[in-house]
Every structure is written in structure tokens, then in C-alpha cells.
């Protein structure tokens, strides 16, 4: 069984590619900047745990928070459910498959057949479109195939795993209502949401107030590391290549900012505009100096990535605290 006419979103993120083509469906056709801002989705988050091999670095809001932020500024019934028995998943998604209704899945991507270097991340998001006696036909980004399918075996799997970010068995799917969107006034909503929220966490690890306490915290983390190599070289992978669509995210926000500013025609919005450009370079820099670190084990980038830390942190607070005030 294949849902017929499907249009595969063709994204870098995966929560905005599977949440796409589920909007696409219901005849929702937004850019994948679009989606990452009508989500509210930039963010910031230095987590460092005993029982991880390295801290991570993240750049956007947590999982499931996008989707129910897309899905409130446009007006749209957002269904999710979990459930502890890997029969009674299967059963509900193949229901929805069967009645013609594409579905949202969220999942531990380290078992998905088509990765070509697994790694254990259960945050991740595909879209299931079909499937068939032996296989899942599923929807993910552009750089892990985009039209893609795993064994039935290894989705369950998948789907079940437990760890950080895990959810039991979690899948979605949206409906329109019969209250319209504006997507003018969306935009607006969404842009000051997000900027409060950003330039007031509720920790010190978070927001603008996280990216300054990294300033200090890679210089900790390059001095009692036991893989200065593999853990700033797989740090910087993360935060350009892993779906974030480079420079943490902030390519993507930069990119809403541009788009916004076109339709909208506000000078603040071209303010954030052009101060996402030279930050989403300055986090580009950041990477690269981890990659320099990796190579050279040399604590000078580290040094100098320390002090970029500092001027994002006041940069991200400046410009978000304008955009609050559209």
C-alpha cells in the first residue's frame, strides 16, 4: 500500500521535511525557511551530561515543540499519540496508511536501514507514506535520499528505542481546520515568540545566555577531553552538515528573515535580516575552528572560537530583542 500523488518535501532538517510533505498534502506549500520560522524554531542549547561521550551543541528549539508551533500560527489540527506497544504503533499508522492519510513519525534514526553511518539520535522525523509486506516507505531529507524505505523490522525498532529525546512509539498527523491562516499576521506572531523566548531561558545553558556560557565551556571540555580529535570533529559535523542546514540553524532563520522582510516590508525585518547574515558566517567560523582543533589539537582555535562565542551571544541578543518589537 502507497499513498498515490504524494510530493516528498525535499528539506535539510528533517522535522521541517516530514512536517512539509504532511502540509503539502493538505495542499500547504511553504519553504523549508518558512516552516523553520513558522515554528518558532531557532534556538540554543549546551548540554553536557556525565553519561554522554562529548557535550552537544543544538541550535534549535527542542523536539516536537516545531511541529506544534507550525501547526498553531496556521490554524491546523495537530494529532499525536505514543503508545508503549510496538503491535498496537504499527497497527494505528497502517490504519491512517490505509485511509489515505500520510503520518508523521518521530524515531531513533541509528536503526534506519538507508543511513549510511548510523548513530544513535532518537529526535529524528520521517514522514510514512506506504509500505508493503517487508518494507516502510518514508519521506527524509534530501541528504539521506528523500524517497527512502527500511525493513518493517528495523522502523519498529527505530520507533521503540529509549534515550535522550526518545518518545514511545510517537507519530502525528495534521488536519486543516475551518479557520483560515494569515500568513502575514503568522509570521509576525511567530518572529516575536521566538525572539522572547530566545532572549529569556530559564537556564543559563540556554538561549543567548547558553552561547556565552559555551564561550568558556569548550576551553573545560578541550582540556579534560579523551578524543580531542574525534569529539570537535564530530562536534562541528553536527553543527554544519547534520540537518541543520549549516551554521546551526541560523542559514535557515536567516533565509526567514530574507523571505519575511520580502513579503512583509518591515525594517526590523531587514535589520534581522542582514545581523543573521554576518552571525550565520560567525557560527560557520566556529565549526571550522573545531575542525582545526580536531586536526591540530591546538588550543589556540579553541581560544578563538571561545571569543566568536562571546560576540554571537551578544549579536543573537540584540537582534532578537529588535524582532520582539515588530
Known amino acids: 500500500m502507497k499513498i498515490e500523488k504524494i510530493i516528498p518535501f525535499d528539506g535539510q532538517h528533517c522535522e521541517t521535511t516530514a ?19 513558522l515554528g518558532e524554531g531557532l534556538g540554543f542549547i549546551f548540554w553536557n551530561m556525565k553519561s554522554m561521550n562529548f557535550p552537544f551543541i543544538g541550535g534549535r528549539v527542542k523536539p516536537d515543540v516545531l511541529t506544534e508551533n ?23 499508522v497502517k490504519e491512517l496508511i490505509d485511509n489515505g492519510q500520510v503520518v508523521g513519525l518521530k524515531l ?4 534506519l536501514q538507508y543511513f549510511s ?8 522525523y520521517t514522514a510514512l507514506y506506504g509500505y ?7 519521506v527524509d531529507t534530501k541528504q539521506q535520499g528523500g524517497q527512502v524505505k ?8 527505530a520507533r521503540a528505542e529509549k534515550g535522550p529525546m526518545s518518545s514511545k512509539n510517537l507519530y502525528y498527523t495534521l488536519r486543516k481546520t475551518n479557520k483560515m491562516y494569515d500568513l502575514k499576521s503568522a509570521i509576525i506572531t511567530a518572529i516575536r515568540n521566538n525572539a522572547t523566548e530566545y532572549i529569556n531561558p530559564p537556564i543559563t545553558n540556554i ?57 512583509l516590508k518591515l525594517d526590523k525585518l531587514k535589520t534581522g535580516y542582514e545581523a543573521f547574515v554576518e552571525i550565520a558566517e560567525l557560527w560557520i567560523s566556529v565549526s571550522q575552528l573545531f575542525e582545526k582543533v580536531s586536526q591540530t589539537k591546538d588550543i589556540k582555535f579553541i581560544e578563538q572560537a571561545s571569543e566568536i562565542l562571546k560576540t554571537i551571544s551578544d549579536k543573537e541578543k540584540k537582534t532578537m530583542e529588535i524582532l520582539t518589537t515588530i
Open 117 to 124: 553511518r548510523p548513530f544513535h539520535f532518537a529526535g529524528h
Open 108 to 111: 531513533d534514526c541509528f536503526h
Open 207 to 263: 538561549g543567548y545566555k547558553g552561547v556565552y556560557k559555551t564561550s568558556s565551556e569548550i576551553v573545560k571540555w578541550f582540556k579534560t577531553s579523551n578524543d580531542i580529535e574525534n569529539d570537535f570533529k564530530t562536534s562541528a559535523m553536527l553543527m554544519e552538515k547534520a540537518g541543520t542546514g549549516g551554521a546551526l540553524f541560523r542559514n535557515l532563520y536567516r533565509d526567514f528573515l530574507k523571505e519575511s522582510y520580502d513579503l
Open 19 to 37: 512536517t512539509g510533505t504532511l502540509l503539502r498534502q493538505i495542499g500547504i506549500e511553504l519553504t523549508e525557511p518558512m516552516l523553520f520560522g
Open 70 to 92: 507550525i501547526a498553531r500560527n496556521l490554524n491546523l489540527e495537530l494529532t499525536v499519540k505514543e503508545t508503549s506497544s510496538t503491535q498496537k504503533a504499527w497497527d494505528n
Open 150 to 157: 527500511t525493513s518493517l523490522k528495523s522502523l519498529a525498532l
Open 132 to 138: 508493503d509486506n517487508e518494507n516502510a516507505f518514508l
